[in-house]
C-alpha cells in the first residue's frame, strides 16, 4: 500500500551537484521523519540526513555543509539536494519515512556514482 520512490540519482563527476527526488503514495499515516540513506558495496547502510516533523535536521558528518534535506508543504515528497560531490559519495540513495501506521518504509535506491 505504502510506496517510496526515489528518482535523480545518475553518474557525475567530483564536484558536481544532483537532486533526488523520493515521492511517497499509499496510506502511509503521521509521518514522524523522512529521511535519506545510502549503501555503498560491502558497508552497512548509513544516515545521510534526516528531517522530523518538528523541523529537525541532522546530517552525516561527511555530508554536512553539501548535502540539504528538504520536503514538500504535504509532506508526500522529499528531496536531497547533494553538491559537491565526492568519489566517497558513491552509493545506492534511499530514501525513509517513519509513521506512526507503518514504522519504516523504504524505497528501492537510486543509484548514485561520482567518478571521473
Known amino acids: 500500500q505504502v510506496q517510496l520512490v526515489e528518482s535523480g540519482g545518475g553518474l557525475v563527476q567530483p564536484g558536481e551537484s544532483l537532486t533526488l527526488s523520493c515521492i511517497i503514495s499509499?496510506?502511509?499515516?503521521?509521518?514522524?521523519?523522512m529521511g535519506w540513506y545510502r549503501q555503498a558495496p560491502g558497508k552497512e547502510r548509513e544516515l545521510v540526513a534526516r528531517?522530523?516533523?518538528?523541523?529537525?535536521?541532522d546530517y552525516a558528518e561527511s555530508v554536512k555543509g553539501r548535502f540539504t534535506i528538504s520536503r514538500n508543504n504535504a509532506w508526500n515528497m522529499i528531496y536531497l539536494q547533494m553538491n559537491r560531490l565526492k568519489p566517497e559519495d558513491t552509493a545506492v540513495y534511499y530514501c525513509?519515512?517513519?509513521?506512526?501506521?507503518?514504522?519504516?518504509?523504504w524505497g528501492q535506491g537510486t543509484q548514485v556514482t561520482v567518478s571521473s
Open positions: 499509499g496510506n502511509i499515516g503521521s509521518i514522524v521523519a
Open positions: 525513509n519515512t517513519r509513521s506512526v501506521l507503518v514504522y519504516d518504509s
Open positions: 528531517l522530523t516533523r518538528g523541523g529537525n535536521t
